[in-house]
């Protein structure tokens, strides 16, 4: 009997763009101020995408780039790119297919796949299958989101959160006992009401009333969905450890999605990690959405070492959310 195919994580990029903005830039667009955001998120600052004409897929071709560079492989090697994101380009074609284009993935097929900030976890499921089924070699999971183009800078409750950025990752098939070893993941529409676009879809179709109702904005009750996430990444990211029979002890590294830090804190603490093991940047880029999570392991990357359980950990819009088990596959050069 041959070995089982694990899908290994062998290379990681990443992407912010320059302009930050500031709790300070904020204080002078809406009525808040920097303390109430710092206790109440933990964010101080998030990058915004501003040149004109530059969209999700201009964050993720330097992060693929970079992942392609690190790993010494041409974009033509790879077989096929998944990009979870709610702020698509364009409604269609999709996001994978220009970034396909624009780093010349010619023997590529790629798509997009909509789980909010859950969509990291749930691409790295697909792209896990992909390379599992032992039909493909290289498989890029990407989570990327220009927020700031959903974002209504008149509404103080959601536009302190949110940022853009973009992550990704390499996948490759290993018969090693590394890479995505077990996941969790969910959804329940009957969460649809708390956060979500009401109107571009086909459900109500862009007029002007919908632009006069401000409808093209992303929609959410704060209050609500909090509750939700404490909940749902808390329960998850423990149900995946007493699955997988993994103790507090056993683990390096929480990756959780970065929302607000008071979620990030239930999650560790229902997990019995200390912050020393928790991955926070929400307050450099605030919430990236489906970039949070890869931009984590961006930015931790020479910490890894080979074999550290690390558990990625996500609550989104529609509901979504997850928890994924990585056994990290490499030892940073
Ligand atoms: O990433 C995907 C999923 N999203 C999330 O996980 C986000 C989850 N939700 C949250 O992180 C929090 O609910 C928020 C950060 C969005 C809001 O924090 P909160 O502690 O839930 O505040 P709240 O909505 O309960 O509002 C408390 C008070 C209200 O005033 P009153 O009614 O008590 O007088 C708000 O009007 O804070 C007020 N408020 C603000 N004050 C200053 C709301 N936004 C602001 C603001 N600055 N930006």
Redesign the pocket.
């Known amino acids: 009997m041959s070995a089982k195919i694990h899908a290994a994580i062998t290379a990681v990029g990443g992407y912010v763009p320059p302009d930050k903005l500031t709790n300070q830039d904020?204080e002078k667009m809406?009525?808040?101020?920097d303390e109430?955001?710092r206790t109440?998120?933990g964010i101080t600052e998030r990058r915004i995408l501003k040149e004109p004409g530059k969209a999700t897929s201009d964050m993720i071709v330097p992060a693929v780039l970079e992942l392609c560079a690190k790993r010494g492989i041409a974009p033509a090697e790879i077989d096929c790119l998944i990009v979870g994101t709610v702020t698509p380009d364009m409604v269609f074609p999709s996001t994978a297919n220009l970034v396909c284009h624009k780093i010349g993935a010619v023997e590529a097929w790629g798509y997009d796949l909509s789980a909010?900030?859950s969509g990291f976890l749930f691409a790295l499921a697909q792209g896990t299958a992909l390379i599992e089924s032992g039909r493909y070699e290289k498989v890029v999971v990407c989570g990327a989101d220009k927020m700031s183009a959903i974002v209504d800078y008149t509404d103080?409750?959601?536009?302190?959160?949110f940022g853009d950025g973009a992550g990704a990752v390499l996948l490759e098939p290993t018969t090693e006992q590394v890479g995505v070893m077990d996941s969790i993941l969910r959804t329940d529409g009957s969460g649809s009401q708390y956060?979500h676009m009401k109107a571009g879809g086909s459900l109500k179709p862009a007029s002007a009333e919908t632009v006069a109702n401000r409808e093209h904005f992303a929609y959410?009750e704060?209050?609500a969905?909090?509750k939700f996430?404490v909940k749902g990444m808390a329960d998850v990211s423990a149900a995946l450890m007493e699955k997988n029979k993994l103790k507090a002890d056993d683990i390096a590294w929480l990756v959780p999605?970065q929302?607000?830090l008071?979620?990030i804190d239930a999650t560790a603490n229902r997990m019995g990690l200390g912050t020393e093991k928790v991955m926070i940047n929400i307050e450099r880029f605030g919430?990236t959405?489906a970039a949070t999570i890869p931009l984590c392991l961006w930015e931790w990357e020479s910490k890894l070492k080979k074999g550290d359980t690390i558990i990625l950990s996500a609550?989104?819009?529609g509901f979504t959310w997850g928890a994924i088990w990585v056994k990290w596959a490499y030892d940073t050069k």
């Open positions: 904020l809406v009525d808040t101020n109430w955001i109440r998120t909010a900030c103080r409750a959601t536009c302190i959160i956060l959410q704060g209050q969905v909090f996430a999605h929302a607000n008071r979620i919430n959405t609550f989104g819009g």
